[in-house]
């Protein structure tokens, strides 16, 4: 396996799971971490770290890869979301001081605490008026599915499957990308550097 | 923000000139006209105010008389409420307070919300231009300004770019029908994966090629390879045998050789070996036996001559006694003589003792110490002996003074008077002094004259109104939100009057107008159409007069009568058109006239409504009229709130008071219970007096008591203390006494008091060292005498032994001479046991050779047995042939090996039969035949591994199967890639679209309350004409129509100039309104923006200008001498300021 997590690593990877045989060189994982009652920065990348010692010393194979996904009720719900690039580098840079230890990809799950409605932002306006119901609004999903279909055309053949194999599979994963959207956008439409 | 003062200080035209729009007015419009004819100063006095905001713009127009860096702003701001002076230059921190210190240009953008100098200009500071092109962009929606209007109230305008970035990095991924996307660049990469993949596709046949010629060569090479390996095994067959016939004649000549000792016996091996030594054994021993023996006969002949003297021989450790008592006689006679002086010192020491202690005639000296026990008690007693005569003497006087205490003490008790029990009166005082009853009912004295008065004062400024304050408690009255809301009505209704009033003044300006337009009548329908006739008929005439003769004069008279024909046909065709134009006006005025029609109703509905609200005010109460209600109300209701503050201070009054006298009796009751008559103290002091005195009474009583019990313990104490001290005396005595008795010291008698007990025992201690020397010395003396003589008895005895008794001579001679006799018997003896030492081991010796002169013996015996001979000469050579035949056998044995290894066989009989009879020549030559044969396989052999390299190349050229295989994971790479930034891509469309949908609906709820303001100052600008404003969807959203009075809408790009002036006003209006609801208010300034308005619009515009008034300040700026009259008439309130012409 390479020395960093660079194309390499994932060619190794594909390989991997494309080969017939999984071989004990490496070994997958998804590893969640709860980021609940977690406010600030460092110490979400400790939680982080620490869920990556557990798993690394619980895994049998001498590489382990592991797929991070963040989940919890935090303040840093909107940051998370913001700035991917920074929390894809700082999980790397955990694994890589952990040993043996490749991050895949980092999926953000987590949802923001239940903030009071702060009647001078605006953007929870925004929020309220871009969450639930809205989001399920029959235009708007006409809307999602025009796009979906926009994009399924220019697809290659190999990937053609990648928005579902049913209008029902494809309605849930739309309805995901969009709560998922919708709270990525408002992450980055939001201006303050730091919620309080 | 508002503007109070401005100061114009150097800047345009302008020298120190000052505008002071004052503070704002309770219930006035903030609404501020400045007049001033053209070249005054207006538009410099407006740009001045947005540089004072903003800033000095750079290319500063107006440095003509003052140059830039003179140019000077000032002016009064309110901000949140407070006025501050602010400055404004051109150069440096250009923003300064009044005293001219730097203050932060953040306090201004804060007070205007962060509009920047653009966004301020096209909303609230406008003039031809910006009134136009902001309204223009307003309506487009589009850009700033429409996004300001409709979004930034809130803060969510900047909002729009930020999606934009984000759909851009969307759309980098993919765009339907867009080039240079991720997508294409990843599907382009798929492609040009494939295209490869389909490359090495066709290099397979080539391939396979290659590998059928590596399969051949590689069988070629197995099938060399075998030929060449038959052909070694020969060669190395043929080998082989050469090499074992040698071997077999070498075999056959040893068992030649062997046949002539077959006969030999067996010896063992080691004999052949052991022979020399033993031959060498055998001749040392026996020399080592003859020299033996001739020691052992030298050793006896010396033995033999020796003798010794016995008898001083026996005495040899006898001597030891005699010694010993030789040394310590030596020892005495040195010692004794300073012995005998030291014993006359130590008697005379002794004697000076007992004379001290007047004892010289004692005859046992030693009988007079005291052991140390008695010695240490007897001090002990004398110690302690002072001490108790001491504790004696303090106990007796410490008792002495407690008697005396004691007895004072009783005295005073005796003479004190009896007292009171305090009891209960003690808790009734505290409580009595604790309350605050005093001050209570002081205080609630002191405010019910007060509310006394009030009450008092405000009962009468309820006049006209007369009563009791119990009355107006009873009254009837309306709430006083009720009066408010009547009030309100009959405002509203007022204003509505005036609205009505006034279009029909208006309504009927027009009609006069119209009817002044009518032109008159000239011409008179029925006569004329006869005279029409008879002309028409007379042309005719002349006509047909014409063409019958064709001359002149009819000519003349036709050309005359048509003339006249004509001039009566166009007359008929204009008055005609005259009583159309007079039909189309009567028209005009019968719509003005119901017009008008409503605007009465519509004046008679609201003057009778406002008389009904009137009548019910003014009947509420009596005397009081309408406006004088509320505060008459709020006058009721301060006097009634006095009426139950008079209440209060009342029950508090009594309350206190009650309290008093409840504890006052309380004290009382305790008083009398204790003894004490309180009928003498009547106020409350009085009782806290009598009370305090009889508590402080008791307490000395209480402590007289105390201090006498006290005195008698004390005493108590001291007298036992003196019995104790007496006994402890008595015990001292007897204790004396018994210790005296135990010793000399009785002797004394009545002498032996402590004092001089302690002295003696001193002298005593002194005597002791003398006593103990004299006893040691004595002794001493004794033990050296009897030494010396016990030595000359020994030496008399010993010499009585040996036979030397010489009388002679002394003790010490005797003793050396027979010490040096038995030394030298000593030494005589030790040479002769030498001397048998020595004989002894040569006999030893000789035993040892003749014992060892007998294993060899034995051995060549045996020898001699086994081998049939009789010398060691003879048996060396039977050995040497059985040696001879052993390693023949050998030899033997080792050729038959070497010949089974050769042929292969088990045996050597086998081997034998396998080479038969192998010639050696013929297996040379077949040898000599192969071997070229075998270096021809080799050599192909090579040439065919070549091959295989060259094939085995080539196929690495052509690219193996693992090529395909990287591409694959290439390809899958790829997709991965797609599938992913697919996701993302969906993710991110999904949200900003529904964040595009958030933000319209967004600005749906904000434009409606917006469009409502609008519509409203659209409506009122246009007096009526127009019904207000409305949206109409359009592929880029909606766009707003003004809709007018008769119907239909029309677009704003439809609407006449002036009409699209007023629409941008209305915006602007409902901007400033909007604006001041969700912020705070700005100024709004305007620069003669009402040229292309009438005068009945321009009326009603200055009316919303007093509305936006009313929330924030409103600055117009004008030329025309009539749009101030009008103001005054239309806005009660409104203030005019004049710009004179600058000098």
């Known amino acids: 396996v390479a020395r960093n997590p660079t194309e390499s690593q994932t060619a190794e990877i594909t390989q991997l799971f494309s080969g017939r045989a999984l071989t004990s060189v490496a070994q997958f994982e998804r590893i969640a971490v709860d980021l609940t009652g977690i406010e600030n920065w460092p110490a979400m990348v400790g939680a982080v770290e620490a869920a990556l010692h557990t798993a690394r010393s619980a895994a049998s194979s001498p590489q382990l890869v592991a797929r991070l996904a963040l989940t919890g009720a935090s303040a840093l719900d909107w940051r998370l979301r913001r700035d991917p690039d920074l929390l894809l580098a700082e999980a790397q840079a955990r694994a890589a001081a952990t040993g043996g230890c490749w991050i895949d990809r980092v999926q953000v799950a987590t949802v923001p605490l239940a903030s009071t409605p702060d009647t001078a932002d605006p953007l929870d306006d925004l929020r309220q008026l871009m969450s639930g119901d809205a989001l399920r609004d029959e235009g708007y999903r006409a809307e999602l599915a025009d796009m979906a279909a926009e994009l399924q055309r220019a697809l290659p053949p190999e990937c053609r499957n990648l928005l579902g194999q049913s209008p029902a599979e494809l309605a849930t994963l739309m309805d995901r990308l969009a709560d998922d959207g919708a709270a990525t956008v408002l992450a980055r439409l939001r201006r303050m550097p730091e919620p309080r | ?1143």
């Open chain 2, 1 to 1143: 923000m508002r503007v109070r003062r401005l100061d114009l200080t150097r800047y345009g035209c302008f020298t120190d000139h000052s505008l002071d729009f004052g503070p704002r007015l309770d219930g006035e419009p903030d609404l501020h006209l400045v007049y001033g004819p053209n070249e005054a100063g207006k538009s410099t006095a407006f740009r001045a105010l947005l540089d004072l905001l903003y800033g000095i713009e750079n290319q500063s127009p107006f440095d003509f008389l003052h140059s830039y860096a003179t140019m000077r702003i000032g002016a009064c701001l309110e901000l949140e409420g407070q006025p501050r002076e602010l400055v404004r230059v051109k150069n440096g921190q250009t923003l300064r307070d009044g005293l001219g210190q730097p203050v932060p240009e953040a306090i201004l953008r804060v007070a205007l919300d962060g509009m920047d100098r653009q966004a301020y200009r096209s909303m609230f500071s406008l003039d031809d231009d910006t009134l136009v092109s902001g309204g223009e962009s307003i309506l487009a929606s589009k850009g700033d300004l429409g996004q300001m209007l409709f979004g930034t109230s809130a803060g969510l305008s900047d909002l729009a770019p930020t999606l934009l970035g984000i759909r851009q990095e969307a759309d980098g991924f993919f765009r339907p029908g867009g080039h240079g996307t991720g997508l294409k660049e990843l599907k382009n990469q798929l492609g040009a994966l494939k295209e490869e993949r389909e490359r090495i596709d066709t290099l397979a046949s080539r391939y396979r090629q290659l590998m059928q010629q590596r399969h051949l060569v590689v069988g070629q090479i197995e099938a060399v390879t075998a030929e060449r390996q038959t052909c070694e095994d020969r060669l190395d067959q043929i080998r082989r045998r050469l090499a074992a016939l040698p071997a077999l004649a070498s075999l056959q000549r040893r068992q030649a050789a062997l046949e002539p000792l077959a006969g030999l016996g067996t010896a063992p091996e080691a004999w052949q070996a052991a022979l020399p030594l033993l031959q060498q054994q055998i001749g040392e021993t026996t020399t080592a036996v003859a020299l033996a023996k001739a020691a052992l006969d030298e050793a006896t002949k010396q033995l033999e001559a020796c003798t010794q003297d016995l008898p001083a021989l026996a005495l040899k450790d006898g001597l030891g006694l005699m010694q010993q008592l030789g040394a310590r006689h030596q020892t005495a006679v040195l010692d004794l003589p300073s012995r005998r002086q030291d014993l006359a010192a130590a008697e005379a020491a002794m004697h000076g003792c007992l004379l001290r202690l007047n004892r010289v005639g004692e005859a046992s000296p030693e009988r007079l110490l005291p052991d140390t026990a008695s010695a240490a008690t007897l001090r002990r007693a004398v110690a302690s002996h002072a001490a108790n005569a001491a504790n004696l003497a303090r106990a007796t006087e410490e008792n002495a003074t407690a008697l005396q205490a004691h007895e004072v003490a009783v005295q005073t008790v005796a003479e004190a008077q009896p007292a009171v029990e305090p009891g209960a009166i003690e808790p009734a005082l505290h409580a009595l002094r604790d309350s605050d009853y005093g001050p209570r009912a002081r205080d609630a004295g002191r405010r019910e004259r007060q509310s006394a008065d009030t009450l008092t004062d405000a009962l009468a400024a309820l006049a006209p109104w007369t009563g009791s304050a119990d009355e107006l408690l009873a009254l009837a009255v309306p709430q006083a939100a009720s009066v408010q809301a009547w009030l309100a009505e009959l405002d509203h209704q007022s204003l509505a009057m005036r609205a009505a009033r006034s279009a029909i003044d208006r309504l009927e300006a027009e009609a006069e107008a119209v009817r002044q337009a009518e032109p008159t009548a000239g011409f008179s329908d029925a006569t004329d159409m006869a005279a029409l006739a008879a002309l028409r008929s007379a042309r005719e005439a002349g006509w047909a007069e014409l063409r019958r003769r064709l001359d002149l004069p009819s000519a003349d008279a036709f050309e005359v009568a048509m003339r006249q024909d004509d001039l009566a046909a166009a007359a008929r065709v204009a008055e005609a058109r005259r009583q159309a134009r007079h039909e189309e006006i009567e028209q005009a005025a019968l719509r003005a006239a119901a017009l008008r029609a409503d605007e009465q109703a519509r004046l008679a509905e609201a003057s009778r409504a406002a008389t009904e609200r009137r009548t019910m005010l003014e009947g509420a109460v009596d005397g009081i009229g309408a406006e004088e209600l509320l505060p008459w109300l709020t006058l009721r209701e301060r006097a009634l709130d006095q009426r139950a503050e008079l209440r209060q201070a009342r029950r508090d009054t009594a309350e206190a008071a009650t309290d008093g006298d409840r504890l006052q009796q309380e004290l009382r009751t305790a008083l009398s219970q204790a003894g004490i008559d309180a009928a003498a103290a009547v106020t409350a002091e009085a009782l806290v007096v009598l009370a305090t005195t009889a508590i402080r009474d008791a307490a000395a009583a209480k402590e007289r008591r105390d201090r006498m019990a006290q005195s008698a313990d004390i005493l108590a104490q001291r007298a036992k203390a003196l019995r104790n001290a007496d006994d402890a005396m008595d015990a001292w005595g007897a204790a004396w006494q018994a210790t005296l008795d135990r010793s000399w010291l009785r002797e004394l008698g009545a002498q032996a008091t402590p004092e001089v007990v302690g002295v003696l025992l001193d002298e005593l201690a002194a005597l002791a060292e003398p006593l103990r020397s004299r006893a040691d010395l004595t002794g001493r003396i004794e033990a050296m005498e009897a030494d010396s003589q016990a030595f000359a008895d020994e030496v008399a005895r010993i010499a009585a032994m040996l036979g030397m008794a010489d009388v002679a001579a002394t003790a010490p001679e005797q003793a050396h001479r027979i010490s040096e006799r038995v030394a030298a018997a000593a030494r005589i003896a030790a040479a002769e046991s030498k001397l048998r030492e020595k004989v002894s081991q040569a006999r030893t010796a000789l035993s040892q050779v003749e014992v060892a002169l007998r294993a060899p013996e034995q051995q060549a015996a045996d020898m001699f047995a086994q081998l049939g001979v009789n010398s060691l000469l003879a048996v060396g050579e039977a050995l040497g042939e059985i040696a001879r035949r052993d390693q023949l056998l050998r030899d033997i044995g080792e050729a038959g090996h070497t010949l089974c290894d050769l042929l292969g066989q088990a045996t050597v009989a086998a081997a034998v039969a396998a080479l038969g009879d192998a010639d050696a020549i013929a297996l040379k030559a077949e040898q000599v035949a192969l071997l070229p044969q075998a270096e021809a396989l080799d050599a192909r052999l090579r040439d065919l591994h070549a091959d295989r390299g060259r094939a085995e190349d080539a196929i690495a050229a052509v690219g193996g199967d693992d090529a395909v295989a990287r591409l694959e994971t290439q390809r899958r790479l790829v997709l991965l890639q797609i599938q992913d930034r697919a996701l993302d891509h969906l993710r991110l469309r999904a949200g900003v679209a529904a964040a595009q949908r958030a933000l319209r609906a967004w600005r749906e709820q904000h434009r409606s309350s917006m469009l409502d303001a609008a519509s409203e100052a659209f409506r009122v600008i246009t007096c009526g004409a127009y019904r207000g404003l409305g949206t109409q969807p359009d592929r880029n959203g909606d766009i707003l129509v003004a809709l007018p009075a008769t119907g239909g809408s029309k677009a704003a790009t439809a609407l006449s100039k002036g009409c699209r002036f007023q629409l941008y006003l209305a915006l602007r209006a409902a901007g400033h309104h909007e604006f001041a609801r969700l912020r705070q208010p700005v100024p709004f300034v305007a620069d003669d923006i009402m040229e292309t308005f009438d005068d009945f619009r321009a009326e009603e515009s200055l009316g919303v200008f007093a509305g936006m008034a009313r929330v924030g300040q409103v600055i117009y700026l004008t030329h025309h001498k009539h749009l101030c009259d009008m103001a005054e008439r239309k806005v009660p309130g409104v203030r005019i300021h004049q710009l004179v012409p600058a000098a």
